[in-house]
């Protein structure tokens, strides 16, 4: 499957079940990394929009760049209110932005789509400076019970679930490659509290998601929910998850 059509349909619910990116790491940006007000920033892979709205509130202009039409939709309507927010209809290798015209890249969510030889030559392309480019995944932390048997039945149901955050364990070697090996992460706790209906919607949402018609489906849904009143604590459930960024750096 072409990757730009990977989340056709799901863009609406995917609104709905994925959480914004830890408080801490948007903070972190400004505060330590170097972000500022008024910067031009290229959001690849934009989605619906959770990163460039945060960025945008804090005085960003904002290229969302997004080939996936649906998604790209979602992202319009969401952000339809913010002037310094620019949807752009094009893919991660080519964005069409104008050389040298943005202060960061960011990617949230989406770097395991990319082909990232194409995309590192882009970045260099479009950056004022080319090494400002930060990649942020939200994901499940895995050293937990309840997250490993989630993924069981992830596994067990969905051909193609590769692992949490687009299988992020196995693309690490591509991280470093496409950092030249000089880079470094943070990490910023973020673990998500959810009722029921939002447990089984953040399950719908992936990639590797079974869809309505997969003749699965049923046994999917009826799986998940037995997994949230085994683990659920008042009606609601945490999943332990950590928002991860990586960037150039020592």
């Known amino acids: 499957m072409d990757n730009t059509h990977r989340f056709t349909g799901k863009a609406e619910i995917y609104t709905k079940a ?26 690849i892979g934009c989605g619906p929009g959770n990163l460039a709205e945060a960025l945008v509130k804090k005085g960003c202009t904002v290229y969302g760049v ?22 752009v209809r094009a893919t991660a290798e080519h964005t069409g932005l104008a050389d040298k015209s943005v202060d960061w890249v960011t ?6 789509w990319f082909d990232p030889v194409a995309f590192k030559n882009e970045c260099q392309r479009i950056l004022k400076v080319p090494e400002k480019i930060v990649l942020v995944w939200n994901v499940r932390i895995d050293d937990n019970a309840q997250v490993r048997e989630t993924a069981s039945v992830f596994g067990k149901f969905c051909p193609e679930f590769k692992g949490f ?48 018609e997969d003749p699965q489906y049923p046994l999917y849904v009826a799986a998940l929910e037995a997994l949230f009143e085994k683990y659920a604590v008042g009606r609601l459930i945490t ?12």
């Not at 790491?25 to 170097?34: A, M, N, S, T």
């Not at 999943?239 to 020592?250: K, M, V, W």
Request: aromatic share 14%; hydrophobic share 40%; with cysteine.
């Open 18 to 43: 994925r959480p914004c990116y830890a408080p801490e790491f948007i903070r972190w940006l400004f505060d330590e990394l170097g972000f500022r007000k008024g910067q031009v920033v290229a959001d």
């Open 66 to 87: 997004e080939p996936n039409e649906d998604m790209r939709n979602e992202g319009e309507g969401n952000l339809a209110a913010y002037d310094r927010f620019i949807s």
């Open 107 to 112: 990617v949230g969510q989406a770097f395991h």
């Open 165 to 212: 955050g687009g299988g992020l364990a196995h693309i690490q070697d591509r991280i470093a490659a496409f950092f030249n090996h000089s880079f470094a992460a943070r990490r910023f706790r973020h673990d998500l509290i959810c009722d029921k209906d939002k447990f089984i919607e953040r399950s719908l949402s992936g990639s590797y998601a079974l869809q309505e």
């Open 239 to 250: 999943i332990p998850n950590e928002t991860i960024a990586y960037y150039t750096g020592a």
